[in-house]
């Protein structure tokens, strides 16, 4: 089959997302591939499909037992024929599946970094293998935000299999990030070919903040937001082992089917908690970092951070765990000053100093985040290198904007300061050269003679401090943070500076004062509620209960027979034959024949 019949055969979609048909073609001649694209965005298809395309078997290293039981289940439900190795496999089924390995009978073997450097001597120099992927590849980056020594091996693919494409995969990598991947791995790439940087946005997903809450309140607050989602699943990440049991506990007191998930648990009862997580047997996991990223779970409506994360990476990999059908899913993080401090302190315990000191600057800038006055999307776009200069009405910033003035010329005054210091200083320094402060730095660097030194003498240090956090935000700078945290101008400022677009700031008062605390009394737990649109709620309620009984009956999660979204456009485009059936997204042929007349006799209805 060529890739546009694999895709409406095995996946049934008609058409690519955005850059799936470049790396699918770039990969299936020959050729390395760095892929950045945010989870739910058709990462997998970016490999899955070369596969079946390619002759042999596609080799991909995954770091979560748990992740390869979920997309080897998956590609299983569209009848792929697919397995894995890990530490988990009794010895027995290992050889059985070695032996259909080498017998080409396999097209998808998903395999840990660790069983892979054990293999690579018997197994892979029998068998013909098509490509590796490395999924999860910010793993082999020190700068990466999840950091695991295994993945340092995998540098050798390249020396050992010259002649065979490597893919590597993440959601979440920066620059520097970026280019450690693909120096670790050996990747023959470049910004001209093979580098390919989808869309980090995700418009389905609501972004809100809620800041300053007691644990008595967040309770609260999660009580009520459940109450809003009646049976969607949902993930409330925590800071400590204790706080998601503690919660669990609280959850189920007040009726609400909940389970914590945390590394002191034994390997049975984290795969207890998953598995009833996967097959909707309980509502709500909460959980430490450690579950979610081995979680293939379509149909995640909501997703809580009862602490605030330690980076932007990982808050937005976190997030991005619900909402991957493409339906609408919301996320709300709890912010206090109180996780900060705690965050540092453990941060600053850390024994490597200039990795300590890489990971305050990401906490600083997750915690620049949750302060926010302006959206939150273009922050998390901007965070990640893709300009996004409007807002995007589904945060609580846009629902409830603050005021704003034209900020062009004070935008431009600190560009320009960055400019002349050769973007070799950092914001503290640039605000001394705006500010006119006479220090012996200034000084000795001849700063005293620059053109803007002095030109923001009306601004105090706390607003141009907060001016500045702003423009990073909305991407007119970036930090450097592998060099000292010095001020880059973006491509998007130096058109700023250039007069090409004026700048909105929020009104940053001389002398802040400090907002005075909710009155318990008062307080009010707005409840963000998502309108599912003009579909027939009533009809998507009765095929999600026929899902429910062909997913007991086969025994597999709910959401491998259909995804919600495809229940949803089945609700919306209502077919009534077999051939309108197989026309809606996500209907492939196999399942069509497999499942088709069990929701088209709901539909004729």
């Known amino acids: 089959m060529d890739i546009d019949k694999i895709l409406q055969y095995y996946f049934g979609y008609d058409t690519f997302r955005p850059h799936q048909r470049e ?19 058709g990462k997998s298809l970016c490999y899955q499909i070369p596969a079946l395309a390619l002759d042999g078997t596609a080799i991909v290293v995954s770091p979560l037992i748990s992740l390869m039981k979920d997309q080897v289940e998956a590609l299983r439900s569209n009848n792929i024929p697919a397995d894995a190795l890990n530490s988990s496999t009794p010895t027995s089924i290992q050889m059985m599946i070695m032996r259909r390995c080498i017998d080409g009978e396999i097209k998808i073997l998903y395999i840990s970094p660790e069983r892979l450097q054990a293999e690579l001597p018997l197994l892979l120099d029998k068998m013909k293998i098509s490509m590796f992927a490395i ?103 925590c800071f400590t082992r204790k706080s998601t049991e503690e919660l669990s506990h609280e959850l189920n007191r007040r009726g609400i089917s909940a389970s914590a998930y945390h590394a002191g648990l034994s390997a049975s009862e984290r795969d207890h908690v998953q598995d009833d997580f996967r097959h909707d047997r309980i509502q709500v996991v909460c959980a430490t970092i450690a579950f979610g990223m081995g979680i293939d779970k379509s149909n995640v409506r909501w997703i809580i951070h009862f602490n605030l994360p330690k980076s932007i990476e990982g808050f937005y990999q976190e997030i991005g765990r619900c909402g991957r059908d493409g339906a609408p899913a919301e996320t709300v993080l709890f912010y206090s000053l109180q996780d900060v401090v705690q965050l540092s302190q453990i941060i600053n315990d850390g024994p490597d100093e200039e990795q300590n000191k890489v990971n305050m600057s990401k906490l600083r800038r997750m915690q620049q985040y949750a302060e926010a006055s302006i959206c939150r999307r273009r922050i998390l776009l901007n965070y990640f290198n893709e300009p996004y200069a409007s807002e995007c009405h589904n ?39 705006l500010r006119g402060r006479v220090t012996e730095s200034i000084r000795r660097n001849g700063f005293d003679h ?93 095929l999600r209960r026929v899902r ?42 196999y399942k069509r024949e497999k499942y088709g007349e069990a929701f088209l006799q709901i539909l004729r209805e």
């Open 450 to 542: 620059l053109k803007t030194y002095g030109v923001g003498a009306d601004l105090s240090e706390t607003q141009w401090r907060d001016y500045m956090l702003q423009m990073l935000q909305m991407g007119y700078i970036e930090l450097a943070y592998d060099h000292f945290n010095v001020v880059k101008v973006t491509s998007l400022g130096w058109e700023v500076l250039h007069g090409q677009h004026t700048v909105q700031l929020v009104n940053q008062p001389a002398e802040p004062q400090p907002s005075p605390a909710p009155k318990r009394k008062q307080l009010k737990l707005e409840m963000p509620v998502v309108t599912s649109g003009g579909f027939d709620s009533g009809l998507f309620e009765r």
């Open 548 to 589: 429910q009984q062909i997913a007991k009956t086969a025994g597999i999660p709910a959401y491998l027979v259909f995804n919600d979204q495809t229940l949803r456009l089945m609700a919306t485009l209502h077919p009534r034959t077999i051939e309108d059936f197989s026309r809606v997204p996500g209907v492939g042929e």
């Open 395 to 433: 945060c609580d910033v846009c629902h409830h904007p603050p005021q704003t003035f034209d900020g062009t010329t004070v935008v431009q005054k600190a560009l320009s300061a960055a400019v002349r210091v050769h973007e070799n200083r950092g914001v503290s320094a640039l605000i001394d050269i």
């Open 135 to 237: 999924d999860e590849a910010h793993c082999i980056s020190h700068w990466g935000h999840d950091f695991r020594p295994e993945y340092l091996q995998l540098g050798i693919l390249r020396e050992q299999y010259p002649n065979i494409p490597i893919m590597a995969l993440t959601a979440t990598a920066d620059k520097v990030t970026r280019q450690d991947i693909i120096r670790q791995l050996k990747l023959e790439v470049s910004d001209e070919s093979g580098i390919f940087i989808s869309s980090f946005d995700r418009p389905n997903l609501s972004l809100s903040v809620v800041k300053g809450y007691s644990q008595l309140d967040k309770y609260r607050y999660i009580s009520r937001f459940i109450q809003h989602h009646p049976q969607e699943p949902g993930i409330i990440y």
């Open 23 to 41: 790396i699918i073609d770039h990969v299936i001649h020959g050729k390395d591939a760095l892929v950045l694209m945010p989870t739910g965005g």
